[in-house]
């Protein structure tokens, strides 16, 4: 059995596991990143497929790299090397921290977020340690002045942490009894409070206002949305493209508290990503909503384009049997029963897997099915 931690966009902790024979693999897990996406089947192997120079040494990317385009593809699913991969099996995790001068360290958690450049773990006591880009206060740990951080630092005031979640230049934890704290900058309103005037990022954790007991979090790149215990959503922050799914959008709109997302119901699983301007919820009936940026046809309801934000939850169209859905920075995609994976949004680089990339026509406004060669 093999566990999935997401860290940074498109990266996942593998370990070793039995494999065996599967001509039609099923799928597991998928990491839509920027411009790629990674699977994970059944019998533990990774794939990938999109921009190809970041993909490794497979034969097929070396001879696409060796074509001289200028910007070469895999359209399809292609093996990876492990190596390529960060995955572990079961909390805890032993995760390496940056290397600095002084050596790396070593960081025990029970979960990690990542968005590239600020890394958060919870801790096997619960609380919560943050290194790499301080900037806007993203370490949580008080202060500004230092802009970098090699080692693991302790996030002030956090105890009794179950989950995290992280933006851009934001995070968030879920805490005992479904409490939330955020910290880093607040320029659109991303960790749902009303700082003083001037004041545009919190360098120690605050609490958005009013908010119920919370379940789940989903953060996106400025933008934060948080699940119920009673299945109700909520979110705030950036809403310049519809990302707090209220009917807000529009240059220089934004939601500073949280706000309910009207309309849903029956939601098990929320999902941004720290690249994503769109939000999707996986709903008990197993079909999929989303709402946000749509320029690509990343929400997957027939339309594309700057014109045609989904201001409110919009159905993913003939999505059924939905176990899990993912979100990267232009594209999305989810596995369906039983165990098969399909995409939409932006195809422009060969990141929907269904080997029909075109420069002319990149984007895919409903699901397409990944093609396996």
């Known amino acids: 059995m093999t566990a999935l ?48 120079d970041t993909l490794g040494s497979h034969p097929e990317t070396r001879e696409r790299l060796q074509l001289g385009k200028n910007t070469p593809y895999l359209p399809y ?51 919560v340690a943050c290194w790499g880009s301080n900037t806007y206060g993203a370490l949580g740990r008080g202060d500004t002045t230092s802009t970098h951080d090699y080692g693991p630092a302790p996030v002030v005031g956090l105890s009794g942490a ?34 003083p005037t001037g004041v545009h990022h919190a360098a120690s954790p605050v609490t958005p206002a009013g908010l119920p007991p919370i379940r789940q979090l989903a953060l996106g790149a400025s933008h934060t949305c948080a ?55 996986r709903l008990s009936d197993r079909t999929a909503t989303c709402w946000g940026r749509n320029d690509k046809g990343q929400i997957g309801n027939g339309k ?27 594209h999305t995609c989810a596995i369906v029963d039983p165990g098969r994976l399909l995409c939409w949004g932006s195809d422009f680089l060969g990141q929907l897997g269904d080997d029909g990339a075109s420069w002319l026509s990149p984007a895919r406004p409903e699901p397409v099915a990944v093609r396996w060669k």
């Open 304 to 330: 594309s384009g700057d014109e045609h934000p989904a201001t409110r939850p919009s159905a993913v169209l003939g999505l059924q049997g939905v176990s899990l859905i993912a979100t990267g920075a232009d």
């Open 162 to 195: 179950r989950a995290l979640g992280i933006g851009s230049w934001h995070a968030c934890a879920l805490l005992q009894a479904g409490r939330v704290a955020c910290w880093g900058v607040n320029h659109e309103g991303q960790l749902g409070v009303t700082l």
């Open 77 to 127: 699913p292609v093996p990876l090397d492990p190596a390529l991969a960060v995955k572990k099996g079961a909390p805890p995790f032993r995760v390496a921290t940056e290397e600095s001068p002084r050596g790396a360290h070593t960081v025990d958690a029970l979960e990690v977020a990542s968005n590239g450049t600020t890394t958060c773990v919870v801790r096997l006591d619960r609380t």
């Open 227 to 281: 699940l119920a215990e009673d299945g109700t959503v909520f979110c705030w922050g950036y809403a310049w493209d519809g990302q707090t799914g209220n009917g807000e959008h529009g240059v220089g709109q934004r939601v500073p508290t949280p706000a309910r997302v009207a309309g849903l119901a029956g939601v098990e699983a929320l999902v941004s990503s720290p690249l994503s301007y769109h939000t999707c919820a």
């Open 5 to 52: 931690v997401r860290l940074a966009a498109g990266l996942l902790l593998l370990l070793p596991a039995s494999c065996r024979k599967d001509t039609s693999p099923t799928v597991v897990d998928v990491i839509p990143g920027d411009q790629t996406t990674q699977v994970v089947t059944a019998d533990g192997r990774l794939f990938g497929f999109g921009k190809a």
